[in-house]
């Protein structure tokens, strides 16, 4: 595919990606059954599906009564019958990919990645992009080169049957699955990050640094995509070995990060620096991408016409759109993998149910430091 017709596929995608997040902002509720007809039919196809009695007709409240929120604990059985050969245990068609987490948080997690998944997943990079472009007038986005500095897609293979199916970090993923769906060729800068391997001193990132300013040299950026520290820890590099920063040496508009909680705090203001452009903070793992920035709140807005939210507040699951200003819960996702998975991730809706922050996991310490956080904001209001 030439890179004239990768530039207007990828537009037409984000185009119409942009008009359905939109719509599904202004009526969240049909936006979020649409979502779920679009899942049972797959749903009801696997094992899980079967012993859960899922129908591809059913509404909201049936599937919420016959699935119940599960973290990946739960799951895990059933990935290692997938793993044994047993695809039809959670998935309808074979993965291409397994995602695996670093285990910092606990015991690392392989997560499958099908086809109709990577779609999914590229779609959401696709209309946060348009909204970018379209809201802060930056069309030369597309097209342009990006700067994604990330870990190894491919740290080994898993067998099922008689396929091998690689396994790797999502960001080197990300990137892969970029190259494949777009047509843009990273596949020289992929294999140098793979040859490197998992390792985080010093001389493995520089490593991974050289590598990325290779594959752009001589090429336009204009954005930038990335984990918040990756991004910095490359631009820092940038300038001691060219004395400059990224926004100096390429006109990049758009800067989206995700991959830590307290973006806003702990990194904007130093990636602005060095960057320019506008931050795009993201909210995603290893299971998808959920969120976005919308407009100049510096707020993250769920994808409602992709994946279907709930929230746990207290002892009720509710639906996140039925979420209100002020209020504090733990997320529950599904995905075109997994029913009702409970991300562990604690949510905190600053307007009914469009902006929100997620300060991390669902933990007694992020709940003590959100307690203590709200404690200090309202005293110094006071004065």
């Known amino acids: 595919m030439g890179e004239e017709a990768s530039t207007s596929r990828i537009l037409r995608m984000a185009e119409e990606g942009l008009r359905s997040w939109l719509s599904s902002l202004e009526e969240p509720e049909e936006a979020q059954a649409r979502v779920l007809e679009k899942l049972l039919p ?29 973290p990946y604990e739960g799951f895990r059985p059933y990935i290692a019958r997938v793993l044994g050969g047993d695809i039809g245990a959670l998935l309808i068609e074979e993965p291409m990919f397994f ?36 809201y802060w007038g930056d069309p030369d986005v597309f097209g342009a080169a990006c700067l994604a500095p990330c870990l190894p897609s491919r740290l080994g293979e898993v067998r099922i049957g008689e396929r091998a199916v690689p396994y790797g970090y999502i960001s080197g993923i990300y990137v892969e699955l970029i190259s494949r769906f777009t047509g843009l060729s990273l596949e020289a800068y992929m294999e140098k990050v793979n040859e490197i391997g998992p390792g985080t001193r010093k001389n493995d990132w520089e490593g991974r640094f050289r590598a990325l300013l290779d594959v752009l ?27 400059a920063w990224p926004g100096e040496k390429w006109r990049i508009g758009m800067v989206l990060c995700a991959g830590v909680p307290h973006i806003w705090e702990s990194y904007a203001g130093d990636l602005s620096r060095m960057y320019g452009g506008v931050l ?8 998808g991408m959920f969120a976005l920035r919308l407009d100049e709140e510096p707020y993250l807005v769920p994808f409602y016409d992709t994946y279907l939210f709930e929230v746990r507040v207290g002892k009720e699951v509710k639906m996140l759109y039925e979420m209100r200003a002020g209020e504090v819960g733990s997320l529950v996702i599904s995905t075109p993998i997994f029913p009702r998975y409970e991300i562990r991730d604690l949510v905190v809706c600053y307007a009914d149910g469009l902006y929100f ?27």
């Open 42 to 70: 797959s749903y009801a196809r696997t094992s899980y599906g079967r012993e859960h009695g899922l129908e591809p007709d059913m509404d909201i409240e049936e599937y919420k009564a016959s699935v119940p929120p599960r």
């Open 217 to 243: 040299e001589g090429l336009e950026v204009r954005s930038a995509m990335g984990a918040a520290p990756a991004l910095w820890m490359f631009a820092r590099w940038l300038r001691r070995r060219e004395k």
């Open 357 to 383: 922050r997620i300060p991390g996991r669902d933990r007694l310490r992020t709940r003590m430091w959100l307690s203590l956080s709200r404690f200090l904001r309202g005293l110094a209001s006071s004065f």
């Open 280 to 287: 795009m903070e993201a909210y995603g793992a290893t299971e």
């Open 99 to 134: 995602g695996v987490t670093s285990g910092t948080t606990g015991p690392p997690k392989l997560i499958p990645i099908t086809e109709a998944d990577a779609r999914t997943r590229i779609s959401v990079m696709a209309k946060g992009m348009a909204r970018y472009a379209s």
